[in-house]
C-alpha cells in the first residue's frame, strides 16, 4: 500500500514540504507505516523559478486532477476562496486533509469539519496555528483529559519582531516596519498581522478546540500595535512591564467565552514576557495540568513544513491502520462575554496640570465608576506645568472603566493618553 500525497501550493511552505518529503521519505513512510508518494504539485505559473528539490515533472495548474489521485491533499495555497474550494473538493473525493490555512479555517471550519465527518475523512491543522510548535496537537489530544481553563499566547511573529525591537532599541513602530518588511518578516501589506486579525484567526481555532464551542473570527474583539509609540513602550518598562500583542481566550463558569486580541502589558516575571524576535509561544492553563508553555518558530518555511508533515505522517498512518483522527467536539451553543463585560486589569495613562489635588480628583472618579487603583506613577513633569500620570488599576468590567475614561476627559485637569490591558503574572 501506497499513500498517494498532493501538493496544493510551491511557495515559501510548499516548497520545504516537497524538500523534506524527498529527503526524509523513508524515514516518513516507516512513521506513517507505508510508503508516501507525491503525485504531484499544484502551482499557478509553470514557468516561475523554483527551489532545485522540485521535481517539474510534478508541476501542474489543475488542482483537481492530482486531488483526484491523491489519499492526502496537502492544502498550502494561502487566501480562503479558492483553498475552500479545493478542500471541499479534496474531502467529497474522500482524501484526508492537511492545511496551514488559519483565516479559511477560523471563517469556514465548521463547514470543512461537517463535510469531512460526513465523508469519513479527517483534516489536520497543526501548522495552522503556530508553525513548528505543537499547540493544536496538546489542546485536542494531550489535554483530552483535562479541562483548559484560558489560553494566552503571542502567535503572530512579526508583531513580536516589532515590539521587540521598538523595546530594546527605542525605534518607533514605522521605522522597525520598514526594517521588517525589508528582512521579510513582514508582508509589503502588513494589516493582517499589526492589526491583529492573523492572531485572531489563530486564537478562534485554539478556544474552539479548548473549549468544544464554535468560535468564529469575528467573535474575537481585535486590536492592533499600530498606536503603540515608544513613550508607551518606556512607561510600561517603568512600571515592571512587556508590551507583547497578546492572543487571549477564557470561559467563565457560565459557559461564556471572552476571545480577544491586543497589546498587552506583560509583567517581566510572566513567561511570555522574554520571548523575544519573531518567536512564538502559547500559555495553557488546565485544571489538572496546571500552567503548560509552548514556545518555538511560528512562521518560516522549514519550521512549519516539519508541523505539515506530522500531520501527514498522522493521516498516513490512519490510513494505514485505520481509524479516524480526534473529532470536533460541539457541546452547547457558543455564548461569548459582552464586550462591555469583558474584565482585565488596566493601564491608563494620562496627562494631567501638576496641581494639588488632582490625583484626589482622579482617585474620586475611578472610585465612582467602582474601579479599584492599584498603583500609581508620576512618569515626568514638563515645563509647562503638565505631569504625565500612568494609574493600574484592579481587575475591572470594560465598561467601568469607559466610564471611567470618559470622566477624566471631561475634566479641565487631564486627558487620557492610552489604555491597555494588563495580563496577570
Given at each position: 500500500?501506497?499513500?498517494?500525497?498532493?501538493?496544493?501550493?510551491?511557495?515559501?511552505?510548499?516548497?520545504?514540504?516537497?524538500?523534506?518529503?524527498?529527503?526524509e521519505?523513508?524515514?516518513?513512510?516507516?512513521?506513517?507505516?507505508?510508503?508516501?508518494?507525491?503525485?504531484?504539485i499544484?502551482?499557478?505559473?509553470?514557468?516561475?523559478?523554483r527551489?532545485?528539490?522540485?521535481?517539474?515533472?510534478?508541476?501542474?495548474?489543475?488542482?483537481?486532477?492530482?486531488?483526484?489521485?491523491?489519499?492526502?491533499?496537502?492544502?498550502?495555497?494561502?487566501?480562503?476562496?479558492?483553498?475552500r474550494?479545493?478542500?471541499?473538493?479534496?474531502?467529497?473525493?474522500?482524501?484526508?486533509?492537511?492545511?496551514?490555512?488559519?483565516?479559511?479555517?477560523?471563517?469556514?471550519?465548521?463547514?470543512?469539519?461537517?463535510?469531512?465527518?460526513?465523508?469519513?475523512?479527517?483534516?489536520?491543522?497543526?501548522?495552522?496555528?503556530?508553525?513548528?510548535?505543537?499547540?493544536?496537537?496538546?489542546?485536542?489530544?494531550?489535554?483530552?483529559?483535562?479541562?483548559?481553563?484560558?489560553?494566552?499566547?503571542?502567535?503572530?511573529?512579526?508583531?513580536?519582531?516589532i515590539?521587540?525591537?521598538?523595546?530594546?532599541?527605542?525605534?518607533?513602530?514605522?521605522?522597525?516596519?520598514?526594517?521588517?518588511?525589508?528582512?521579510?518578516?513582514?508582508?509589503?501589506?502588513?494589516?493582517?498581522?499589526?492589526?491583529?486579525?492573523?492572531?485572531?484567526?489563530?486564537?478562534?481555532?485554539?478556544a474552539?478546540?479548548?473549549?468544544?464551542?464554535?468560535?468564529?473570527?469575528?467573535?474575537?474583539?481585535?486590536?492592533?500595535?499600530r498606536e503603540?509609540?515608544?513613550?508607551?513602550?518606556?512607561?510600561?518598562?517603568?512600571?515592571?512591564?512587556?508590551?507583547?500583542?497578546?492572543?487571549?481566550?477564557?470561559?467563565?463558569?457560565?459557559?461564556?467565552?471572552?476571545?480577544?486580541?491586543?497589546?498587552?502589558?506583560?509583567?517581566?516575571?510572566?513567561?511570555?514576557?522574554s520571548i523575544?524576535?519573531?518567536?512564538?509561544?502559547?500559555v495553557?492553563?488546565?485544571?489538572?495540568?496546571?500552567?503548560?508553555?509552548?514556545?518555538?518558530?511560528?512562521?518560516?518555511?522549514?519550521p512549519?513544513?516539519?508541523?505539515?508533515?506530522?500531520?501527514v505522517?498522522?493521516?498516513?498512518?490512519?490510513?494505514?491502520?485505520?481509524?479516524?483522527?480526534?473529532q470536533?467536539?460541539?457541546?452547547?451553543?457558543?455564548?461569548?462575554?459582552?464586550?462591555?463585560?469583558?474584565?482585565?486589569?488596566?493601564?491608563?495613562?494620562?496627562?494631567?496640570?501638576?496641581?494639588?489635588?488632582?490625583l484626589?480628583?482622579?482617585?474620586?472618579?475611578?472610585?465612582d465608576?467602582?474601579?479599584?487603583?492599584?498603583?500609581?506613577?508620576q512618569?515626568?513633569?514638563?515645563?509647562?506645568?503638565?505631569?504625565?500620570?500612568?494609574?493600574t488599576?484592579h481587575t475591572?468590567?470594560?465598561?467601568d472603566?469607559?466610564?471611567?475614561?470618559?470622566s477624566?476627559?471631561?475634566?479641565?485637569?487631564?486627558?487620557?493618553?492610552?489604555v491597555?490591558?494588563?495580563?496577570?503574572?
Amino acid at each position: 500500500m501506497t499513500i498517494k500525497i498532493a501538493l496544493l501550493g510551491a511557495g515559501t511552505v510548499g516548497s520545504q514540504v516537497a524538500r523534506l518529503l524527498k529527503e526524509e521519505n523513508e524515514l516518513l513512510a516507516a512513521r506513517a507505516g507505508a510508503p508516501l508518494e507525491l503525485v504531484g504539485i499544484s502551482v499557478s505559473n509553470l514557468e516561475a523559478e523554483r527551489d532545485p528539490w522540485i521535481d517539474r515533472e510534478l508541476l501542474t495548474t489543475d488542482s483537481k486532477a492530482i486531488i483526484d489521485q491523491a489519499d492526502i491533499v496537502i492544502e498550502l495555497i494561502g487566501g480562503v476562496d479558492l483553498p475552500r474550494e479545493l478542500i471541499l473538493y479534496a474531502i467529497n473525493s474522500g482524501a484526508s486533509v492537511v492545511t496551514g490555512n488559519k483565516a479559511l479555517l477560523a471563517e469556514h471550519g465548521p463547514e470543512i469539519y461537517d463535510l469531512a465527518k460526513e465523508k469519513n475523512v479527517d483534516v489536520y491543522y497543526e501548522a495552522a496555528v503556530a508553525g513548528a510548535v505543537p499547540v493544536v496537537y496538546a489542546v485536542r489530544e494531550s489535554l483530552a483529559g483535562d479541562t483548559v481553563k484560558a489560553i494566552q499566547g503571542i502567535l503572530n511573529g512579526t508583531t513580536n519582531y516589532i515590539l521587540d525591537e521598538m523595546t530594546t532599541k527605542g525605534l518607533p513602530f514605522d521605522e522597525v516596519l520598514a526594517t521588517a518588511q525589508e528582512l521579510g518578516f513582514a508582508e509589503a501589506d502588513p494589516t493582517a498581522d499589526v492589526d491583529g486579525h492573523d492572531a485572531a484567526a489563530k486564537i478562534a481555532i485554539l478556544a474552539s478546540l479548548a473549549f468544544h464551542k464554535r468560535v468564529h473570527i469575528d467573535d474575537v474583539q481585535v486590536e492592533g500595535i499600530r498606536e503603540i509609540t515608544s513613550s508607551d513602550i518606556a512607561a510600561a518598562t517603568a512600571g515592571g512591564y512587556v508590551i507583547k500583542l497578546i492572543a487571549e481566550a477564557t470561559q467563565d463558569d457560565a459557559g461564556k467565552i471572552d476571545v480577544r486580541v491586543g497589546p498587552t502589558l506583560v509583567p517581566e516575571a510572566h513567561p511570555l514576557a522574554s520571548i523575544g524576535g519573531s518567536f512564538n509561544a502559547v500559555v495553557i492553563e488546565a485544571e489538572a495540568a496546571d500552567r503548560l508553555m509552548f514556545y518555538g518558530r511560528g512562521a518560516g518555511g522549514a519550521p512549519t513544513a516539519s508541523a505539515v508533515l506530522s500531520d501527514v505522517v498522522a493521516a498516513a498512518s490512519k490510513r494505514v491502520v485505520g481509524g479516524r483522527a480526534p473529532q470536533e467536539i460541539v457541546l452547547g451553543k457558543s455564548e461569548f462575554v459582552a464586550a462591555e463585560d469583558s474584565t482585565s486589569k488596566y493601564f491608563v495613562r494620562m496627562d494631567v496640570q501638576d496641581e494639588v489635588g488632582t490625583l484626589a480628583q482622579l482617585a474620586r472618579l475611578f472610585a465612582d465608576a467602582g474601579v479599584s487603583i492599584s498603583s500609581v506613577q508620576q512618569e515626568s513633569v514638563a515645563g509647562n506645568g503638565e505631569a504625565e500620570i500612568t494609574i493600574t488599576t484592579h481587575t475591572a468590567r470594560a465598561a467601568d472603566l469607559a466610564a471611567t475614561i470618559e470622566s477624566i476627559n471631561d475634566t479641565q485637569t487631564a486627558k487620557v493618553s492610552r489604555v491597555l490591558r494588563v495580563a496577570d503574572e
